[in-house]
């Protein structure tokens, strides 16, 4: 017992030496760390918003879809200028024109849903965090021609690029996504 309490009581210290050299292994122990937790922190943000933007990729196409097989077109056709297409359905099966018509587009970096109007609605299906400027619509026939007013189609093949952004810490995160489906 009196060993321990002469080694309290002893002046002795640490020279500067040492001191320097603990400080030194400490300080990068920590800067190691920080870099790891850092790195991390950065990393599971970036998954989180590729993660939102794949879900708002999601939300859009099936939006579009459901659209499409709900409504049930008889013929597509691109819009005047060209940022999305025309659904058509005759009312009554004895109809010349088509009168029953829905518009899909992208206008304004949002999707539009519904009549003919080209100002976009915060409407909940069609409402999303992401820009959506730079997204496209189209509709040709199997044999690649475009269907437009003046030669609509009854079948073919409907092209949709969606590119996303959204803004995270001043950054801007983007995911472009490409898809083809009959109708």
Do not use: W
Not at 18 to 40: D, K, N, P, Y
Not at 96 to 118: C, H, P, R
Request: charged share 25%.
């Amino acid at each position: 017992m009196k060993k321990y309490v002469d080694r309290l009581k002893s002046q002795q210290g640490f020279t500067l030496i040492e001191l320097i050299a603990a400080i030194t292994l400490f300080s990068m122990i920590v800067g190691i760390i920080s870099m790891v937790t850092m790195f991390g922190f950065r990393s599971y943000h970036k998954i989180t918003i590729e993660n939102s933007l794949r879900d708002e990729a999601d939300i859009i196409m099936s939006s579009i879809i459901n659209e499409l097989y709900t409504f049930a077109p008889e013929r597509l056709e691109s819009t005047d200028n060209n940022d999305g297409i025309l659904l058509k359905k005759k009312l009554v099966e004895t109809d010349i024109d088509y009168k029953n018509i829905v518009k899909i587009a992208f206008t304004q970096g949002q999707l539009v849903i519904g009549s003919e109007v080209d100002v976009p609605t915060n409407e909940s299906r069609t409402a999303v965090k992401s820009d959506l400027t730079g997204s496209s619509i189209s509709s040709a026939t199997s044999d690649g021609r475009s269907c437009t007013k003046d030669a609509p189609c009854d079948s073919g093949l409907i092209e949709i690029t969606l590119k996303l952004t959204q803004k995270y810490d001043g950054r801007d995160y983007t995911m472009e996504m490409k898809s083809k489906f009959g109708f």
